[in-house]
């Protein structure tokens, strides 16, 4: 019989070493793996068993530490690390290669008459309201006010971006007007994830030890996180929003497309996919999903609550999100 497992693995916290990137890069490709959203409701709800009772001290007879980590990875990837909920399907990192390769590689497709660009711009900042609600950070609601004015503000952002520099883009080479949905989608994604995390913005994101401690909100934390995020998004869509553009606009030119044009959709979708396969996860191992700052650059008021409880503390941590 196999000697039972120790009870002291600490699966809070990612399988790899997430000090360094190659560490994050592993811990997010299995966090972002399309192949999470085939699993089943049962899978899941077992996966939440073992990890749930495994943190409660209880390790299931016959367990190994890879039977362990494989179910702490599926429970990661359908439940949020800070309500313990379980995420909306399309909302989950999981589904971030299938559906963006879908709507960029549309988006990228359709560019040229004007309704197509208002449509899947609206389609691309109706995702994003979707996955930044469901990966804010933090334990605290969202109104639906709140969730209404960031999904109108965001889509506006994002079509009047894109329609602009679509008339400005008029006379200029035919690749210059490929690379109008990308700014579109970097001008959106820094208006919708600060708007639909404006309450962290407002009353702050939990702060704790390196224990896990809590200790209590703040705005500055806050900040921080969605600023990282943007940065990861802006990242995430880069390659697929890039290469495929010099791609396509040279096989555009050949006799291949010119003979079958039906292909230039699914062409373009797959080239969006592959970029993002990698993408995804490379740039949300950017920076540590359990950010860290200085207890010197939170607020004042949060500085007297934290030297209250541990005058020496010098560091603190979040969940920034994604």
């Known amino acids: 019989m196999p000697p039972s497992l120790p009870a002291t693995i600490n699966i809070r916290e990612p399988r790899w070493?997430?000090?360094?990137?190659?560490?994050?890069?592993?811990?997010?490709?299995?966090?972002?793996?399309?192949?999470?959203?085939?699993?089943?409701?049962?899978t899941l709800e077992e996966a939440r068993r073992v990890v749930e009772d495994y943190r409660a001290g209880t390790v299931p007879p016959g367990l190994t530490e890879d039977q362990l980590w494989r179910a702490k990875y599926i429970y990661d990837?359908?439940?949020?690390?800070?309500?313990?909920?379980?995420?909306?399907?399309?909302?989950?990192?999981?589904?971030?290669?299938?559906?963006?390769?879908?709507?960029?590689?549309?988006?990228?497709?359709?560019?040229?008459?004007?309704?197509?660009?208002?449509?899947?711009?609206?389609?691309?900042?109706?995702?994003?309201?979707?996955?930044?609600?469901?990966?804010?950070?933090?334990?605290?609601?969202?109104?639906?006010?709140?969730?209404?004015?960031?999904?109108?503000?965001?889509?506006?952002?994002?079509?009047?971006?894109?329609?602009?520099?679509?008339?400005?883009?008029k006379h200029l080479p035919a690749l210059i007007g490929r690379y109008v949905p990308f700014a579109a989608v970097a001008a959106a994604n820094c208006i919708n994830i600060p708007l639909m995390?404006?309450?962290?913005?407002?009353?702050?994101?939990?702060?704790?030890?390196?224990?896990?401690?809590?200790l209590g909100e703040s705005t500055a934390a806050a900040q921080k996180a969605i600023f990282q995020v943007v940065v990861s998004r802006i990242g995430m869509a880069a390659p697929a929003m890039a290469i495929p553009p010099v791609i396509m606009n040279a096989l555009e030119k050949r006799a291949f497309l010119k003979r079958y044009p039906y292909l230039n959709a699914p062409l373009q979708v797959g080239l969006v996919g592959l970029c993002l396969v990698f993408a995804t996860p490379l740039c949300c191992a950017l920076f540590p999903q359990k950010s860290s700052m200085p207890v010197s650059r939170l607020e004042p008021e949060v500085q007297a609550q934290i030297r209250e409880k541990d005058p020496r503390l010098e560091t603190v941590y979040f969940n920034k999100g994604l």
């Not at 070493?17 to 049962?42: C, E, I, W």
């Not at 359709?110 to 208002?118: C, G, K, W």
């Open 17 to 42: 070493d997430q000090s360094t990137f190659q560490g994050r890069a592993k811990h997010f490709f299995m966090v972002t793996d399309p192949r999470n959203l085939l699993l089943s409701g049962a």
């Open 77 to 169: 990837s359908a439940f949020h690390p800070d309500t313990g909920e379980k995420m909306l399907l399309i909302g989950r990192m999981s589904a971030q290669v299938p559906m963006n390769m879908t709507i960029t590689g549309c988006m990228l497709t359709f560019y040229r008459t004007t309704p197509a660009v208002l449509f899947w711009q609206w389609v691309n900042q109706s995702f994003n309201a979707i996955v930044n609600y469901t990966n804010r950070s933090g334990d605290a609601p969202i109104t639906p006010s709140q969730l209404g004015t960031a999904y109108v503000s965001a889509t506006t952002g994002a079509v009047v971006t894109a329609l602009g520099l679509k008339s400005l883009t």
């Open 197 to 214: 995390r404006q309450r962290e913005l407002k009353l702050g994101i939990p702060v704790t030890d390196e224990n896990g401690n809590r």
